[in-house]
């Protein structure tokens, strides 16, 4: 029998992997708010991707009631976080397993505070996709995820092994594998979304474009040098080759990547500084690591967010 799923956050990742496990014929319930609720609970979600179109009709809520999800998927921006915990409460049992796929580093220990007694995986979301303003996804690059186990999750035993929550994302045509160590591999999608996530939104310009002009791409290159001293400050082992390994594979991806910044200046919507650039600062002058690209980087967006919050 097929477990249930909950996606929290209802947005091009959440749509995307929750329309992938409802194909597969899981059932999945979105939680979603405002025009997106009011269109997706009345019209399909439709889905140009480079992997092939599809439509679905999904079951879009605006708040929890009697659901009693197996998985609930968090795929919010950072900033929510905590809004999201508290409306789905009622929708949590001490059997409920807790997926992140947010940005950042720490997501699973802001979860862990509301639901001490429940399994927190972590997870890390590789796609290019976006949701426009008609509501139809674009799902252009990637659309792998990784999973793994994180120190936060205290439970003594799981209603699902990692290797058996792999195979109903894979079962999903969701390519999906487990991590060895999910806080390294947190940080190593760190160094890609602070090369890429701001300076594409200060640019204007998509991930691959960034790097065909020479000064861009040193700038990108650069700040994620910055990002990886202060991971290694941090105690996480992170190399220039992983680097280098972001940087081809931003190249020889399929399609493009628009970073989830860039979507959210276009949108006229606040941008996750803070968790990404903002936090490589913080922690840079915690340790006493220089970080002068990123201090940028973070003082531009959040200048913006700012002008954003005055209306």
Known sequence: MHPSFLVVGSGAVGCYYGSKLQQAGFDVTFLARGKRYNYLKENPLIVESFLGDYTVKGKFID?????????????????????????????????????????????????????????????????GAELNKEFI???????????????????????????????????????????????????????????????????????KLLLEFPETRKTVIGLMKECKRVAIASGIHITDEMIQKNIEITEKVSGDVTPSMLQDKRNGKKMEIDIINGKVVALGKELGVQTPLNETINAIISLWNKELQKG
């Open 63 to 127: 708040a929890v009631t009697n659901e009693k999800p197996d998985f609930i998927l968090f795929t919010t921006k950072s900033y929510d976080i905590k809004e999201a915990c508290e409306s789905i409460k009622k929708a949590v049992t001490t059997s409920t397993t807790i997926i992140s796929f947010i940005n950042g580093t720490e997501s699973e220990k802001v979860i862990a505070e509301f639901f001490p007694k429940n399994d927190i995986i972590g997870g890390i979301a590789f796609i």
């Open 137 to 207: 996804l674009s799902h252009t690059a990637a659309g792998f995820i990784l999973i793994g186990d994180c120190e936060v999750s205290k439970v003594s035993t799981r209603s699902y092994k990692l290797n058996e929550i792999a195979d109903f994302f894979i079962q999903g045509n969701i390519n999906c594998k487990i991590s060895d160590n999910i806080y390294q591999d947190f940080w190593n999608k760190m160094l890609w979304n602070t090369g890429f996530n701001g300076l594409c939104a200060i640019t204007g310009m998509t991930s």
